[in-house]
C-alpha cells in the first residue's frame, strides 16, 4: 500500500511538473514572439530549442539571454562602433514569473517608442507594397487616385517626403520619384510603376535595418537617462538642453569634419568660461602655422600669444621674433594661446567638462556658419548656436545669473563653478524622431553605420 501511495504522488508530481514546464514554454514563446517588434530578431536554433520540449533550465537561459539583448544590446559597442565610450550599467529589474515584462527592460526614453513605431510602419509597407501597387497599377501627372494617399504616408514614413496633395498626382510627387529613379539608374518619367515600386522597396529595407541599428545604440545607452541633462545630437546638428521629457530647448550645433569626429562620449558639465583663453591643440596649430606662412603677422592680428615650448613654465615670446618660413610642422614646437576677445575661435562662453578627448561644448566667433544646412566644421568640439541663451538659462537655474552678470559687465575672463554638475551626453543616431515623433532619416557623416548595419 505504501509502495502504491508513492507511486501515485510520483505520478502527480510529474503530471503537475510536466504541466508547469508546458506552461513556462508557452509563456516564453509568447514573450519571444514579441522581440521582433523591438528589433530583435530570435535565433532559429532558440525558436527550434523552445519549440520542442525544453528543460526548465533550458527555458531560462533563452529568457536570460534575450533579456541581455534587450536590456544592453545584441552586439558588442566596442567592436561595431570603437569610439563609443558611453558606460552602461545592466540593470535587474524585480518582477515576478519566468519573463521580464519588456517595457521595464527596454530603454525608457521616450524616442524609443516612436523608433519601434516606425519599423512597424516600414514593415507593413514590406508585406503589403505588393498589393497596395500590384504591377498594373501606374499613376500619371493628373491623376486622381485612393492610392495616392496610402503613397504619401509611404514617402513620409520613408523619410522622402512632407506634405504631398492627397488628392491629384502632382508634379510635387513626380519630383520626388525622379529623385528616387535616378539614385537606383532607373527612366526618371516621375511616374509610379513596377520598377520604381520595387525601388521603394529598396529603400523601405535600407530604412528597417537603419532602425533597427539605431534602436541597438539606444540599448547601448543607460536605460534611464537623468533631468536635467544636454543632449548633443552630432548626426542632426542639434543640442537639446532637457529639464524633463516634455521641456527642452534646443539649438543648432556645428560638429567635428570627417577627420577629426566629435566623440560619443558622458560627462559632466562643471564649468562655464566667460571670454574664454584658446589654448590651441598641437594638430590645430600647425595648421595655423600654414595661415602665418601664408598672411605674416596673422598671429598678431588675431592676438595669439607664442611660448617657447608646451611646457607650462615655458616663457612667452614676441611673435615677430620667429622666423616662420623657416618652422615646419615637424619643428614647430611652440605653444599657442589666443586672447579672449571678438576673434577668439571659441567666442564669449565655453562649457567645460572632464574627457580623454580634450573637447568642450563653446561658442563661435563665425555665427554665419550655423546657416548651413551641414555644418561639420569643427576640429572635435561643439559650436553652439545662441550659446548665451543656454548658459543664462543654466545660470539662472543655479543661483549664478548675478555672477553671470557680473562677470559679463568685466568684459575679462572668469569662470562660473556649477553648484550642480549637468550630464551631458554626445551620441550619434542616423533615424531619430523629431519633435512631432516622425522618424527623420540623418546623412550618416562620419560612416558609423555600415558595420552595424550589416548585422540587421
Known amino acids: 500500500m505504501r509502495r502504491l501511495f508513492i507511486a ?8 503537475l511538473s510536466q504541466a508547469s514546464q508546458e506552461s513556462e514554454r508557452k509563456e516564453a514563446l509568447q514573450w519571444l514572439s514579441e522581440l521582433p517588434e523591438h528589433g530583435i530578431d530570435v535565433q532559429p536554433k532558440h525558436w527550434q530549442l523552445i519549440g520542442n520540449t525544453p528543460t526548465k533550465d533550458q527555458i531560462r537561459e533563452v529568457v536570460n539571454l534575450y533579456t541581455w ?28 514569473g519566468l519573463t521580464p515584462p519588456l517595457d521595464r527592460i527596454s530603454p525608457d526614453v521616450p524616442e524609443y517608442k516612436h523608433l519601434i513605431k516606425a519599423l512597424k510602419q516600414l514593415r507593413n509597407w514590406k508585406r503589403n507594397a505588393y498589393s497596395l501597387f500590384p504591377n498594373d497599377f501606374i499613376l500619371f501627372d493628373g491623376d486622381s487616385h485612393s492610392s495616392i494617399k496610402l503613397l504619401n504616408q509611404w514617402l513620409e514614413n520613408l523619410d522622402l517626403a512632407d506634405d504631398l496633395p492627397d488628392d491629384v498626382y502632382t508634379q510635387a510627387h513626380k519630383d520626388v520619384l525622379t529623385e528616387v529613379q535616378l539614385r537606383f539608374k532607373l527612366v526618371p518619367d516621375g511616374r509610379l510603376g513596377n520598377m520604381t515600386r520595387q525601388a521603394l522597396l529598396s529603400i523601405t529595407n535600407e530604412r528597417i535595418r537603419t532602425v533597427k541599428a539605431n534602436l541597438e545604440r539606444l540599448r547601448w545607452l543607460p536605460r534611464t537617462l537623468p533631468y536635467p541633462r ?12 532637457q ?32 571670454n574664454p583663453t584658446w589654448k590651441v591643440p598641437h594638430s590645430i596649430a600647425k595648421s595655423l602655422l600654414k595661415k602665418e606662412k601664408q598672411n605674416p603677422g596673422f598671429f598678431l592680428r588675431e592676438k595669439f600669444k607664442v611660448y617657447k615650448s608646451w611646457d607650462d613654465n615655458s616663457p612667452e615670446i614676441a611673435p615677430d621674433s620667429v622666423n616662420w618660413k623657416a618652422v615646419t610642422p615637424k ?34 566667433d563665425k555665427p554665419e556658419l550655423f546657416e548651413k544646412e551641414r555644418r561639420a566644421f569643427s576640429s572635435g568640439c561643439i559650436r ?33 563653478e556649477l553648484k550642480k554638475k549637468i550630464p551631458v551626453y554626445t551620441v550619434y543616431f542616423t533615424a531619430w524622431p523629431d519633435k512631432n515623433g516622425r522618424v527623420r532619416f540623418r546623412e550618416d557623416i562620419y560612416q558609423l553605420d555600415n558595420a552595424l548595419i550589416s548585422e540587421f
Open 69 to 96: 539583448y534587450m536590456d544592453a544590446g545584441i552586439l558588442n559597442r566596442h567592436y561595431y562602433q570603437p569610439g563609443w565610450t558611453i558606460k552602461d550599467v545592466a540593470t535587474s529589474p524585480k518582477y515576478s
Open 384 to 416: 553652439v548656436h545662441h550659446v548665451k541663451a543656454l548658459v543664462e538659462t543654466i545660470a539662472k537655474e543655479q543661483g549664478l545669473a548675478s555672477e553671470l552678470k557680473a562677470a559679463l559687465n568685466g568684459n575679462y575672463s572668469d569662470t562660473l
Open 331 to 364: 619643428s614647430f614646437t611652440y605653444r599657442l594661446e589666443q586672447q579672449p576677445g571678438e576673434l577668439n575661435r571659441l567666442g564669449q562662453f565655453k562649457l567645460g567638462f572632464k574627457n580623454s578627448f580634450g573637447v568642450y561644448l563653446h561658442d563661435t
Open 243 to 274: 529639464r524633463n521629457p516634455k521641456d527642452s530647448t534646443t539649438h543648432k550645433i556645428i560638429i567635428g569634419v570627417p577627420h577629426k569626429q566629435s566623440p560619443i562620449l558622458q560627462s559632466e558639465i562643471e564649468k562655464i568660461t566667460i
Open 230 to 241: 544636454v543632449w548633443v545630437d552630432i548626426a542632426g546638428y542639434t543640442t537639446r538642453y
Open 8 to 15: 501515485l504522488i510520483t505520478v502527480v508530481y510529474s503530471l
